[in-house]
Nanobody
Framework: QVQLVESGGGLVQAGGSLRLSCAASGRTFSAYAMGWFRQVPGKERALVAAITRSGSSRYYADSVKGRFTISRDNTKNTVYLQMNSLKPEDTANYYC????????????????WGQGTQVTVSS
């Protein structure tokens, strides 16, 4: 198991930027592929971005391509989500998640979750 703690959420105007961080503790961080998901009330949790264990490959949802960047620092046991050109529709609770092995796009594949951090984008 790995414990995950997100930070960096908040309120920002449309067009602005935020950087989310997710600090991991417990098992070897580099053994886990990492993902950022988001959820709004009444909807399922959806993958925003994911990154492989080494950081060599990344996946992005179409809605955030070109605006969001996922990265990781295995020496600091941290994964980041840089969010630029934010839109009101990016408003959600953002979760960091970890899974052993290869990268995955489905939330059911991830078995370690943080508590979430709220991102609100005002128009």
């Amino acid at each position: 198991q790995v414990q995950l703690v997100e930070s960096g959420g908040g309120l920002v105007q449309a067009g602005g930027s935020l950087r989310l961080s997710c600090a991991a503790s417990g098992r070897t961080f580099s053994a886990y592929a990492m993902g950022w998901f988001r959820q709004v009330p009444g909807k399922e949790r959806a993958l925003v971005a994911a990154i492989t264990r080494s950081g060599s490959s990344r996946y992005y949802a179409d809605s955030v391509k070109g605006r969001f960047t996922i990265s990781r620092d295995n020496t600091k046991n941290t994964v980041y989500l840089q969010m630029n050109s934010l839109k009101p529709e990016d408003t959600a609770n953002y979760y960091c998640a970890a899974k052993g092995g290869v990268i995955g796009t489905m939330s059911q594949l991830y078995d370690n979750w943080g508590q979430g951090t709220q991102v609100t984008v005002s128009s």
